[in-house]
């Protein structure tokens, strides 16, 4: 798992165990498949997100701020992702 910082562009990798990836599996296999990019609600002071999958040749992106992910199909494998990422 990579997360990449827009705004400096520094990045963190991490390995995850398999019952993290089995997890993030689940959680991934709700939110597919991603809708087609529409435009994102205003807000001058939310969290951007675009989250990346790629599987073999098939990348899929999604891209989402605080408003439109609040109770998403996205919401609960954000949250996980961010989880992760903060206990590397």
Known sequence: MTATD???GSSRTRVLPSDELQGLR????SACPFPEPGPLP???DCFQFQL???YRSDIARVEFNDISLSGSEYDEL???LIELGGST
């Open 52 to 54: 990346e999958v790629s």
């Open 6 to 8: 827009a705004q400096d």
């Open 26 to 29: 689940s959680l991934l296999a």
């Open 78 to 80: 954000i949250r996980e």
């Open 42 to 44: 205003s807000c001058a």
